[in-house]
């Protein structure tokens, strides 16, 4: 699963964007279990094709973003990173489409840990309802004393909470309409 950090505002002003959340999802359908790990966005490994190491979140761009095959590049990085645990499929979104799940759902039901601030917006800590915008910003904040390491932390936890939610709300069953809603996105 990949975040990338392109977003409305951002498609206009950028060229080349980063993969600033990697997640490995490994899904058994016999034990029926699913277990992700996230690899935080600055760590460094060998990038196939490049001399030097860099940051994980940089095969994308080395691969050619959207237009090349930065997803492959991407893939195979994240492979040789687990020592070749084969990565088959890949789901990438930006950050418009964080927001438009979050407000297809309708919302989502959080406990708030940390206080946010983003530009003129502000997150409180606590339970309450938040919106797509509320969401990103909180999973995008990195303004804490671990930094990206807190903020894995809270990309996974609300990634749980979204499916604990649908199903909560038997909303589950609309995963195809989310997914045509947003699927070329």
Do not use: C, W
């Amino acid at each position: 699963l990949l975040g990338i950090d392109a977003s409305t505002e951002r498609y206009k002003s950028m060229k080349a964007f980063r993969t600033d959340t990697i997640m490995l999802v490994s899904i058994s359908f016999n034990s029926e279990t699913v277990q992700i790990i996230s690899i935080p966005r600055d760590s460094y490994v060998e990038i196939p094709g490049q001399e030097q190491r860099e940051k994980i979140n940089a095969a994308f761009v080395r691969g050619g973003g959207f237009e090349g095959k930065g997803f492959e590049k991407t893939m195979q990085t994240v492979s040789d990173f687990f020592g070749g645990v084969p990565v088959h499929y890949y789901m990438a979104v930006d950050m418009n489409v964080v927001k438009e799940i979050i407000d297809i759902m309708g919302g989502l039901d959080y406990e708030v840990d940390v206080e946010v601030n983003i530009g003129e917006r502000r997150l409180e800590k606590g339970f309450q309802h938040l919106d797509g915008q509320q969401v990103l910003d909180y999973v995008r904040t990195r303004h804490t004393a671990k930094g990206d390491i807190d903020r894995i932390g809270r990309q996974q936890r609300i990634v749980l909470a979204v499916f604990d939610q649908l199903k909560s709300t038997k909303q589950i069953t609309k995963i195809p309409q989310f997914y045509s809603a947003i699927s070329d996105k």
